[in-house]
């Protein structure tokens, strides 16, 4: 399993850089928008499945809520995206390797070990049980899973990504000679 781990890994890693040659964006702000969304997935999970119970059970699921917000106020969302994304610069600058590729092998293995088995009875309960709860605790833990992969990888350095340079008309075209601005022209003379 471990092969199918590190074949996985690299293949979102070049994914990962893809993504970053394209946009701008690392691996890690992708992550942190994984972990909004599946914060956001979770409330909604939480909500949906209380809201025909009674009036208290709904109050501690709220409060509950409430404390999981607070806390990933205090712990996650505290710190930046680009702080974090500064920390893998200033590591990949130093030629050093993600940590987490080694220290999270057997998290990602299990976590995908989960994704591939659980993938047929979640849809079964879904469709044929009518089960809401087991579809979406599936795509928490597939959400898990890609950003176990995610956080994983190594950034490239940072780059301004070909979207924007196409979207702010500063792209090279091919073919086209590119104006020479004022400056260079008057130190040439």
């Not at 979406?136 to 956080?151: A, G, I, N």
Request: proline letters at 5%.
């Amino acid at each position: 399993m471990t092969y199918i781990d590190a074949a996985v890994l690299n293949v979102t890693e070049f994914l990962c850089h893809r993504f970053q040659r394209l946009t701008g964006r690392t691996n890690v702000w992708l992550a942190v928008q994984l972990t909004n969304l599946s914060v956001i997935v979770y409330f909604i999970w939480a909500g949906l499945s209380f809201w025909n119970t009674d009036v208290v059970l709904r109050i501690v699921v709220g409060f509950f809520c409430a404390g999981v917000f607070y806390v990933l106020t205090q712990t996650v969302f505290k710190v930046p995206i680009e702080e974090y994304e500064n920390n893998a610069y200033r590591r990949v600058a130093k030629g050093l390797r993600n940590p987490r590729r080694v220290r999270d092998a057997l998290l990602r293995i299990s976590f995908l070990t989960l994704s591939i088995v659980l993938w047929y009875p979640a849809l079964l309960a879904y469709l044929k049980l009518h089960i809401r709860i087991g579809f979406l605790s599936y795509f928490l833990v597939v959400l898990m899973t890609v950003l176990l992969y995610l956080l994983a990888c190594d950034p490239l350095p940072p780059c301004p990504g070909r979207i924007r340079e196409w979207l702010s008309g500063t792209a090279a075209v091919p073919g086209v000679r590119q104006p020479v601005p004022v400056d260079e022209v008057t130190r040439r003379v």
